[in-house]
């Protein structure tokens, strides 16, 4: 009819807008399966008879009554005689690819979602990150680049089948694994176990995000065809059943009874044996180096019947600071994947793109010392980190051809990028000259140094200061004993810069000073370890600084917060702003400029002669550089933040800026 069209909430079914209210005041959603269907079907007739002639309205009614009926009878299943997922009755077989919509800009969904179709998958598999969408106790932010029910509606659009991993720890290279800082608030908390602390924080979350997604299950005429309970489980110590069947108890209140649950392991004895639990379906995770047949066989006997899941296919893998760019070869992981559907089994790859870690998201591993993972989220993946396709992307719809019809035409070719050419910076000023921009409020007082997190600030920088109380003429140790700097410490005194302290590298640095010099330690947090058994990564002094043999004590504490003069346009807000002419290029100083552009379009910011620091444009916090540690040269800087006209690049230059301050869009990404 001509007049205007809402849908309901429940299950999207289109109805007259004129006739919403009468409709929705006894609408129960028709997308559950029940044998008073006919019932309920029939009181939604009579209702809507009773607001309009009967001719052409019943022609619509009889179509919506066909719509329901068909919708009724979606089902996802597995079928463990057949060893298959059964999708509406038939034997299905996915084949799935990774895509986090939190290291990617919502504007940019649709884009990497319609490559992937193209590229002939049928499902994608998505994370769900709680510290994302929960960034204080009871604080719930699903807007913007967090709006989870627009990347879900995209997916549904597109034709996308959906594997949804909502945790609540999910890793995925991400700071402490999704789990939330605040967590730690608690000191004695132990995470990822049946701790009532924890569980209590998990049930609250689940009762906000998992009814979110049941309208969106397959059986209730959504495109979500499974869920996943936790997250490699036996990668963690604790081995807690509990824990997990206090889950499943979870999954199963929100989510009802008909949803595939499972869960996902390495491929060894112990892993399977950790992470697996009765009446969850297990699957199992491996690599293009791995032998798909003893990794399948060794699941067997966790999982005797079923179809064969392979849960993560590693396309590419993580890069770390300091060490080399990882890459896989194309034709390695196009025959893995070969190996794998030649078995008949469904798989998911990880990654199919893996965007970037801005701001202060990315995390970090700890294998024998800490390793702090860089911004870049490239991952070697069949899209790249801008969403461009690659040659790896090419031979994987190659071999997904051999198995399955993909949709006809190409894949959509690289957005373009843009060389932007030099840009000129100049020096604000030492970051200790603007105390009462960033931290305004009286710093705290403690004899002994306090974390990040009983300051309750979780991310970014935290400055402690305390005065020299006898003079240190000769250069003496200032020493973390213990290897209490989680993660690196930018030392000054008098205003001078001395060097740096940083977690399992560099313990003690030379000093001097006179008595009443101020010893300023500013304290990166660079990324909570998201993998393994120390998830419980404080940050900030852990513990004392030693001043030769003496401890340091009566510190003044101020926790930073740079995100929000940034954001609002500090420092170039207002015409009378000087800015700094001192010589020194060293210590934490703020470095910024601007530039003009007539199109807008994706770049790559390189910053070869800078050290290490923080990047902002226009506001929007970029990301961590480190070139002089590298791998990673460039960062991946999005066209949607740009503006045509006047923009903005602010840096937070921690060690020393070059000679020249200066620096350059590009129109490549420098990974390695």
């Known amino acids: 009819p001509p007049n205007r069209v809402g849908s309901c909430a429940h ?93 990617i800009p919502a504007d940019y969904w649709r884009d990497r979602l319609l490559k992937m179709y193209m590229t002939g998958l049928n499902a994608v598999q998505v994370y769900i990150p709680w510290n994302f969408h929960e960034p204080l106790p009871g604080l719930y932010d699903f807007n913007g680049d967090r709006d989870l029910s627009r990347f879900l509606d995209l997916t549904d659009e597109l034709g996308l089948l959906v594997i949804i991993r909502p945790g609540p720890y999910i890793c995925a290279e991400w700071d402490m694994g ?21 569980l209590n924080a998990v049930d609250s979350w689940f009762s906000v995000l998992l009814p979110k997604l049941r309208s969106r299950l397959y059986s209730n005429g959504g495109n979500i065809i499974s869920v996943q309970v936790e997250n490699e489980y036996g990668s963690f110590m604790a081995c807690d059943y509990s824990y997990l069947r206090h889950l499943l108890h979870l999954f199963r209140l929100y989510l009802g009874d008909e949803v595939v649950l499972f869960t996902t392991d390495g491929n060894t004895e112990r892993e399977l044996q950790c992470g697996s639990l009765q009446d969850l379906y297990t699957t199992v995770d491996f690599g293009p180096g791995d032998n798909a ?122 957005t373009q990028k843009i060389d932007y050419g030099f840009v000129s910076l100049n020096k604000v000023g030492s970051l200790l000259d603007y105390l009462d921009v960033f931290s305004p409020e009286f710093p705290t007082e403690t004899r002994y140094p306090i974390t990040f997190e009983d300051l309750k600030q979780y991310f970014g920088f935290v400055l402690y200061r305390t005065q020299l109380t006898r003079d240190v003429p000769i250069t003496t140790p200032l020493s973390s004993v213990s290897n209490g700097v989680h993660d690196r410490a930018y030392i000054s005194v008098d205003g001078l810069f001395n060097g740096v302290l940083e977690r399992d590298r560099v313990s003690k640095i030379l000093v001097a000073g006179k008595a009443g010099d101020w010893l300023d330690v500013l304290v990166e947090n660079m990324g909570r370890i998201n993998f393994g058994s120390c998830v419980n990564d404080l940050k900030g002094l852990v513990s004392n600084l030693t001043l030769g043999v003496d401890i340091l004590t009566d510190w003044l ?45 994706d770049t790559f910011l390189s910053l070869p002669q800078w050290t290490k620091g923080q990047v902002w444009i226009n506001g929007f916090n970029v990301g961590r ?48």
């Open 625 to 672: 550089y480190w070139p002089a540690r590298g791998p990673q040269i460039t960062l991946y800087v999005p066209g949607n933040i740009l503006r045509l006209g006047e923009n903005t690049v602010t840096l937070l230059e921690l060690e020393q800026a070059p000679e020249l301050s200066m620096v350059r869009f590009i129109d490549r990404p420098v990974l390695g």
């Open 178 to 198: 999704g789990l939330p800082a605040w967590l730690l608030n608690n000191k004695d908390i132990a995470l990822r176990t049946s701790d009532p602390d924890y």
């Open 293 to 414: 047949t003893k990794a399948f066989k060794l699941l067997r006997k966790y999982q005797p019947k079923g179809p064969l899941v392979n849960s993560e296919y590693y396309t590419g893998w993580l890069d770390y600071w300091g060490e080399k760019h990882s890459t896989t070869s194309k034709e390695l992981v196009s025959q893995g994947l070969k190996n794998i559907l030649e078995m008949g089994a469904s798989v998911n790859m990880y990654m199919f793109e893996g965007g970037t870690n801005f701001g202060y998201w990315n995390g970090a591993d700890f294998k024998k010392i800490y390793k702090p993972i860089t911004t870049s989220y490239d991952y070697d993946a069949p899209l790249s980190e801008a969403g461009d396709p690659t040659e790896k992307l090419n031979a994987i719809r190659n071999v997904i051809s051999q198995f399955q019809p993909v949709p006809q035409g190409p894949v959509p070719p690289p």
């Open 11 to 103: 299950c999207h079914v289109t109805v007259q807008e004129k006739k919403i209210s009468q409709v929705s005041s006894k609408h129960e959603c028709f997308m559950k399966r029940s044998s008073d269907f006919y019932t309920r079907t029939r009181t939604h007739l009579t209702l809507t008879f009773s607001v309009a002639p009967m001719g052409p309205l019943l022609l619509c009614l009889l179509i919506l009554v066909s719509v329901y009926g068909q919708a009724c009878s979606k089902s996802f299943s597995i079928d463990y005689n057949k060893n298959c997922f059964r999708k509406d009755g038939q034997c299905f077989r996915y084949i799935s690819g990774s895509i986090h919509y939190f290291r």
């Open 557 to 601: 504490v101020y926790p930073l917060n740079l995100e929000g003069p940034i954001s609002e346009g500090w420092p170039q807000m207002g015409n009378n702003f000087i800015f700094s002419n001192t010589e020194a290029n060293t210590g934490p100083s703020f470095y910024s400029g601007t530039f003009q552009i007539t199109t807008q379009g």
